[in-house]
Structure formats: structure tokens, C-alpha cells
């Protein structure tokens, strides 16, 4: 048995002996460092400093590249102008999904997708195999550094180090091009966790000089380094999809509650009979929020009954840092869904009680 060596991101050298590292998506990551609900909160709260550069980042250019992702995209690209970042899918013929992704406009035909790390080899083919016309795909994943500063002190925390005026960054908008000290970057405000932030893209062997920059900046606002596991629980508690739980090539966008990014009426895409279908008749499963009324904790895949009637699984579920309760998502028939039914989840071999809530479970207080 050949096993696969793990790649590392420009940043491993400075956490290895700090951060409890598992595999992820092909990668050597981080989980934790000072342990998930402490990071949790810190970005809650103050902020957190992530090392994604695991991430995939591809450009595509050309005078056909909007054609292209007008293609393959289920959001309306044509709708971006410079400087603006849309969230969407890229689905197969049947409506599952390949990926979901951001798409960044630099220019007339100049395009910066970022994709799911585990999805870079898979997204990449599918993307080449629907080229027609003047279009160039490259994949900058190897060579580019990501770090994404999220919580209410992220902009705080990062002016300190850069002239460029942040707060004239909205949100989904970003600048290209910011110099941060010795180094230069994109800065986009975007971000996984349901809080307001930032994330950095900047050549790889840079992202160490950042990494140390903004936590000597932070250190006393109280920014700590965060791992992969509280980068799942924040975003679960703002009910961000992952890929490969409440998204996959079997779970359409419509059923994973992603419909604002399905835009049917924009003209011909992959995919797109089927979800202009569930878009207009409602899809066949929906995915919902899940409160433990019994003991334990829903996890992924594990069943839900309505009575003695197996109706879906929990996709997403653990201790919520934020509600101090035991939730879940849980993908389960539509007609089952409504708000306050009780159910049932089968944790290891019994049936627990719970009731479907709305989600998401966390927004951030309106500033």
C-alpha cells in the first residue's frame, strides 16, 4: 500500500510544534491550536487568524472567459463588475454539485476563482473540458499563500499594517495589489465564519512574513492563530455549506439552501433544467436546522425519523461554542420540514429525540 504524502502549506514551519495537525483535503492542517472553543470565541468576539492557503485559486482569462463560466456557473457572472466577488456553484447535467466557489472580476475577461481545496484536481478538468474559444485556465494554487483574519476587530487589527483605507472595502468587494509592510497582497472581504473580515492572497513564500505581522499587530487586541475545527463550527453556526457535507455531486444548491446563487433566468448553464425545476416546484429534500432535545451530539450521516420513517441524515452537527446546545443540518424529504416538528436521531443505535429550528444558528449583531 502506497501511502500519499501529505502536502504542507509555506506556513507549516511556523506552527508544527504549536498546532495539533490532521490530514485535510490531500493536506497536513492545522485543527487546533489553543483549542477549538477558545478560537472559537477569539473570533466571535475579537478576531482569528487562519492559514487557508490550502485552498485552490485558478485564473481564467481570455475574451471567451465569461462565456465559459456563464456555462458552468450557476450564478449570473455577468453580472460582476471590477472589483466584485460572487458567491455561486458549477453543477453537473443532473443538478449535483461539482463545487462551490467564489469568482473574483479583475478586468474585462480577467477572472480569479477560488476553489474547495479537496475539489482543485476535479474542478480544474471539468473547467478544461468545457473550454471553447479564446480562454486560458491556469491554477495558481501552488504558488499562492491565503490567510483569512476574521471576527468584529479584523479591520482593527489589519489598517495597522497597510495605508490602503479598509473600510472602503465592502463586503464581497476587494483591492488588489495593498501593500502590507514588506509584502503585497489582494485583500478581499470575505470570509467563512459569519463574521466581518478579511482574507489575503499573496505569493506563497510571503504568507509566513504576514502570518507573524498580523499576530505581533493583534496580539493585544487578543488575535490568536486558529485551526480547521473552529473554522467548522463558526462556519456551521452561520450555516455555510462544506463541500462533501451539505454539498456534493448527489445534493443539488437548491436542496442545500443556496438557491439566491441559482440564477435560471440568465440563459443556458450546466444543470440548469433541473434546478430552474426545484427552483420553481421546490426540490425534493431541504436542508434544516436540528436542536437535540435528548442527550448527544447529531453527526454527520447519522439518520432521522419521522416516527418509524427513515426521512434524511444530519450532514453538519456538534456543540454549538455560541448556543451552548447540541445542533445539527440535516438534509432530510421537504415535506418533512417544517419549523418545530419533532424528529428523531439515531445516535449509535438510538433513536434521540429532537426538533427541526431556523437557521442560521448564529448572525452577527447588526454594527
Excluded at 9 to 28: H, I, M, R
Excluded at 213 to 225: D, S, T
Excluded at 238 to 257: D, F, K, M, Q, T
Excluded at 281 to 299: C, N
Amino acid at each position: 500500500m502506497r501511502v500519499t504524502q501529505l502536502k504542507r502549506t509555506s506556513l507549516y514551519p511556523l506552527y508544527k510544534d504549536e498546532a495539533k495537525l490532521v490530514p485535510f483535503g490531500g493536506w497536513e492542517m492545522p485543527v487546533q491550536f489553543s483549542g477549538i472553543k477558545a478560537e472559537h470565541e477569539a473570533v466571535r468576539t475579537r478576531a482569528g487568524l487562519f492559514d487557508v492557503s490550502h485552498m485552490g485559486e485558478v485564473e481564467v482569462e481570455g475574451a471567451g472567459a465569461l462565456d465559459l463560466l456563464q456555462k458552468l456557473m450557476t450564478n449570473d457572472v455577468s453580472k460582476l463588475v471590477d472589483g466584485r466577488i460572487q458567491y455561486t456553484a458549477m453543477c453537473y447535467p443532473d443538478g449535483g454539485t461539482v463545487d462551490d466557489l467564489l469568482i473574483y472580476r479583475k478586468g474585462e475577461g480577467r477572472y480569479f476563482l477560488v476553489l474547495n481545496a479537496a475539489n482543485i484536481d476535479k474542478d480544474v478538468e471539468w473547467i478544461e473540458k468545457h473550454i471553447q474559444g479564446d480562454v486560458a485556465v491556469k491554477n495558481i494554487s501552488a504558488e499562492t499563500g491565503l490567510l483569512a483574519l476574521q471576527g468584529p476587530l479584523a479591520e482593527q487589527v489589519l489598517q495597522g499594517l497597510t495605508e490602503t483605507d479598509l473600510s472602503q472595502i465592502k463586503p464581497f468587494g476587494f483591492q488588489d495589489g495593498v501593500s502590507l509592510g514588506e509584502v503585497k497582497g489582494l485583500v478581499s472581504r470575505t470570509g467563512y465564519t459569519g463574521e466581518d473580515g478579511f482574507e489575503i492572497y499573496l505569493p506563497a513564500q510571503d504568507a509566513p512574513i504576514l502570518w507573524k505581522r498580523i499576530l505581533e499587530a493583534g496580539k493585544e487586541r487578543g488575535v490568536i492563530p486558529c485551526g480547521l475545527g473552529a473554522r467548522d463550527t463558526l462556519r456551521f453556526e452561520a450555516r455555510l455549506p462544506l463541500y462533501g457535507n451539505e454539498l456534493s455531486a448527489s445534493i443539488s444548491p437548491i436542496e442545500a439552501g443556496i438557491g439566491f446563487a441559482v440564477k435560471p433566468d440568465k440563459g443556458e448553464f450546466i444543470g440548469r433544467e433541473v434546478l430552474a425545476k426545484q427552483k420553481e416546484e421546490g426540490a425534493p429534500r431541504k436542508l434544516v436546522g436540528l436542536e437535540m432535545v435528548g442527550r448527544g451530539i447529531p453527526r454527520s450521516h447519522y439518520p432521522v425519523y419521522v416516527g418509524d420513517a427513515e426521512v434524511g441524515e444530519v450532514t453538519s452537527g456538534t456543540q454549538s461554542p455560541t448556543l451552548k446546545k447540541n445542533v445539527g443540518l440535516a438534509l432530510i424529504q421537504a415535506e418533512h420540514a417544517e419549523l418545530g416538528r419533532e424528529v428523531d436521531v439515531e445516535i449509535r443505535g438510538r433513536r434521540i429525540p429532537a426538533k427541526i429550528i431556523k437557521t442560521p444558528f448564529y448572525q452577527r449583531p447588526k454594527q
